[in-house]
């Protein structure tokens, strides 16, 4: 490489990381109690907890769930059911004042065996609210989410560029070398480049697929102007229907139509996942790979006749696919642990970056940045290295 | 030094860990059971590298 070339990406280095390192400082920290929601909500007391019985038995109508959560806020009416992947035991039951409302939604999370009501957690704050918020749209919307995706991108950008000097920057030292012996910028730059280049392949993934993410809104909603239009097409102009029929219906002839499948959340008619005159029906698969993907089946909400059933088009099987290799929640406790410690060393190497850049001005007097090319090619590396400053 | 084990010396390092990182990241979600630990292992040592090199080996560096 010419002292040109490593000027230049140098700089590209330089700017892309200054540029996104407050904010993805910021994503690191609020992830790192995201990588332990589950837990967290656990020892908050937020998250529901199906008491363990003798017996699971046979889980009690859908119709029965809906009745006791709406008992429970009268006004309100349906919106989702959901359960999650991990856990067979408890209905999570939205409720909103109409079937689009962004305000005023309330859930409650329901004993699938029992009926029991285990709890209503809540939508719209607590600890984990907030992390979620910072970390998703800095409680913005979409522009905020857009706006943590680009910041993504530039990260992105900074990691290829980091790779790139990795090589002029180590041509002297061997593989994992920290030189203690030196100053301590020297020290923190040596340490920046091990910490760096060895985590650099899952830092890649997991900003890449929060890159992703961040447009998850824009492909759902382009998918619900296109395919789903199409499927719901047959009932264009029809009057909505005044009540719906049986939920637990719904859900049996789903079940029917996609036998070796497991549901993941059921949209109420109106909604933006089904139609005024459909339950969309959302199924998963049961192995690893396939219970992260649901399909949609649509279900006429009065007759509980399947009226469409399509697999999720390809960008949006990327999308449920990237989710996992973000959020480090497919390999049990000691992943998400590993999770926890990557997102550590990251901000190890965001804050050496930081301080490499800060303390700029000592390097004149230390060592030269590029180990050992200063004298080599004649000190044209040093100012080369320099240019990071 | 030869070009070969120049590229090895100064490569061969984060090309290990960038395979051990792919290898753990892709194989706790394709299956289950021993593939969650060939994930562990893939991406811990990933953990173990920086804490060995940062931390303990203090080798002075000639």
């Not at chain 1, 065996?113 to 907030?130: C, I, K, N, Q, Y």
């Not at chain 1, 009057?239 to 789903?254: F, H, N, V």
């Not at chain 1, 497919?330 to 190497?349: E, H, K, N, R």
């Not at chain 2, 194989?27 to 593939?35: K, R, T, V």
Request: neutral net charge; aromatic residues 10%; charged residues 20%.
């Amino acid at each position: 490489m010419t002292p040109r070339t490593i000027r230049a990406w140098s700089l590209v280095h330089k700017w892309s990381s200054l540029v996104c390192t407050a904010f993805m400082l910021l994503l690191c920290i609020t992830g790192l109690p995201l990588v332990f929601h589950h837990e967290i909500g656990h020892w908050l007391g937020t998250e529901a907890e199906p008491p363990a019985l003798a017996e699971d038995g046979p889980e009690i109508s859908l119709d029965e769930v809906m009745a006791t959560a709406l008992a429970r806020h009268p006004g309100l009416g349906g919106m989702f059911v959901s359960k999650e992947p991990d856990d067979d035991r408890v209905w999570y039951v939205t409720l909103a004042p109409t079937p689009r409302s962004h305000e005023g939604l309330r859930q409650v999370a329901v004993d699938a065996r029992t009926g029991e009501v285990l709890a209503e957690p809540s939508l719209d704050s607590g600890f984990l609210h907030l992390m979620r918020s910072l970390h998703i749209d800095l409680f913005l919307g979409l522009p905020g989410m857009l706006f943590l995706g680009f910041m993504g991108l530039l990260l992105l950008v900074a990691i290829v560029s980091g790779v790139v000097l990795y090589a002029p920057f180590m041509r002297r030292l061997r593989f994992g070398e920290v030189r203690r012996d030196r100053s301590r910028r020297a020290r923190w730059l040596d340490l920046h480049n091990l910490v760096g280049i060895v985590t650099v392949v899952w830092l890649f993934v997991v900003g890449a697929t929060g890159v992703f993410n961040t447009v998850a809104d824009l492909l759902v909603q382009h998918w619900q102007d296109t395919e789903l239009a199409e499927m719901v097409a047959p009932y264009r102009g029809m009057a909505p229907y005044e009540s719906t029929g049986s939920l637990q219906a719904a859900l049996d002839a789903a079940r029917a139509r996609e036998p070796d499948t497991k549901v993941r959340f059921i949209a109420f008619p109106g909604t933006s996942f089904s139609s005024p005159h459909h339950f969309g029906v959302f199924m998963r698969g049961d192995e690893p790979l396939t219970s992260r993907m649901s399909k949609p089946v649509l279900v006429d909400a009065l007759t509980a006749e399947v009226t469409d059933s399509r697999d999720p088009p390809w960008y949006l099987a990327a999308l449920m696919l990237s989710r996992p290799l973000h959020f480090g929640d497919y390999g049990g406790m000691p992943l998400q642990v590993i999770w926890a410690i990557l997102d550590m060393l990251t901000i190890l190497v965001l804050g050496s970056g930081l301080y490499l850049w800060l303390a700029r001005g000592a390097r004149r007097e230390g060592a030269p940045e590029v180990a050992g090319q200063g004298a080599a090619a004649g000190g044209r590396f040093e100012s080369a290295g320099g240019t990071l400053r | 030094m030869s070009g070969p084990r120049r590229f090895a010396r100064l490569w061969g390092g984060p090309i290990l860990f960038g395979l051990l990182s792919a290898v753990g990241l892709v194989s706790g979600l394709l299956a289950d059971g021993p593939w969650d630990w060939v994930s562990w292992i893939g991406l811990g040592s990933v953990c173990a590298a920086c804490a060995w090199y940062g931390l303990l080996s203090s080798k002075p560096s000639r």
